[in-house]
């Protein structure tokens, strides 16, 4: 049976819980999202969680920190906890080594403590890559303090993953908002901001030349590109005025990949893979989200439209060849 290794899977821990409780912004008003069932999968790591990875055909989890991580506490605060929960992530994979991986969680707001943080977690902790929120307050990922971590992971031949976190206040208020307070996070969060907010920080970081500054640095958007790969006809004219060495379609097929994130979507992956290649798409759940029984995340994969051998690569391929995993990931 294919191996299918799914890069999307969040956790969330006490202490970085407590952290946003006495954060000004902390969730932003996301913590509706992640109470009940939703708050006691996020907080397992052991049986129950291997018994629904299992239940959904999931072969290894990639960990990574459920949104907006650390990006909204103060320095100090999260220098500490990055290196407490990277320490976590690293001792629960040793745990069960043939079912975990995980992303590096950095303190990125303190940008001058990143990339050694990502270095340790690479080096020392054998994690896989990192995974950021977009934006750190007010800072864009193209801002010059995050220069410095992105030339790290290019250095360190890693994927830095973008999640999306809730779009600011004053942009909320503009776009998101004139309904109920539920209707109001919905809109603003899984509804639509979401999306918009992780897509524009990658085309943010094309517009700013930091693939030209750093050709080989990979990144990951997930649900299916963040809705920005789908308008690539319209940014390649974008590309035109940007002062680019390539054109803006280049960065999308050679510094992107895409995963699914549990939007089990036949026609979404088939545009994906008419824009960005066989050899750029990554399996994810986006586990306890879209956590749906049935088996659901395995058939997806067994009942996509592609050669058998672009179905590996959607599996496990692509992974293993991005990160360098293929001889330790195997269940």
């Not at 995963?259 to 750029?280: K, N």
Request: hydrophobic share 40%.
């Amino acid at each position: 049976m294919t191996k299918l290794i799914a890069i999307e899977e969040h956790f969330l821990t006490s202490d970085i819980r407590s952290a946003w409780a006495t954060s000004a912004i902390g969730q932003e008003g996301t913590d509706r999202l992640d109470q009940g069932i939703i708050d006691e999968r996020l907080a397992d790591l052991g049986a129950q969680r291997l018994a629904l990875m299992d239940e959904a055909g999931v072969d290894v989890q990639v960990l990574s920190v459920t949104t907006p991580a650390l990006h909204n506490l103060e320095p100090e605060q999260s220098i500490a906890l990055a290196r407490q929960t990277n320490d976590f992530v690293a001792a629960t994979i040793a745990q069960h080594p043939t079912r975990f991986q995980g992303f590096a969680t950095l303190p990125t707001a303190s940008p001058a403590h990143v990339s050694s943080e990502l270095e340790r977690c690479v080096n020392q902790l054998g994690l896989v890559g990192a995974m950021l929120c977009g934006r750190t307050r007010e800072k864009n990922l193209d801002h010059p303090d995050f220069l410095p971590m992105f030339e790290t992971a290019a250095r360190l031949r890693v994927p830095v993953f973008i999640h999306p976190q809730i779009p600011q206040r004053a942009v909320r208020d503009v776009y998101y908002s004139g309904y109920s307070d539920t209707v109001d996070t919905a809109f603003a969060t899984f509804g639509l901001g979401w999306h918009y907010e992780a897509g524009i920080q990658f085309v943010r970081l094309v517009v700013a030349g930091v693939f030209d500054k750093l050709p080989t640095l990979q990144l990951i958007l997930g649900h299916w590109g963040e809705v920005v790969l789908f308008y690539l006809e319209r940014m390649n004219a974008l590309g035109h005025v940007a002062n680019l060495q390539r054109p803006i379609a280049d960065y999308f097929r050679q510094n992107l990949y895409v995963t699914a994130s549990g939007m089990w979507s036949q026609a979404y992956l088939q545009r994906s893979l008419e824009i960005v290649g066989p050899e750029r798409i990554l399996f994810s759940t986006d586990y306890p989200y879209q956590y749906r029984p049935g088996r659901q995340a395995r058939s997806f994969l067994e009942q996509a439209a592609v050669p058998d051998e672009q179905k590996a690569l959607f599996a496990h391929g692509n992974w293993e060849r991005l990160t360098r995993t293929a001889t330790t990931s195997a269940t």
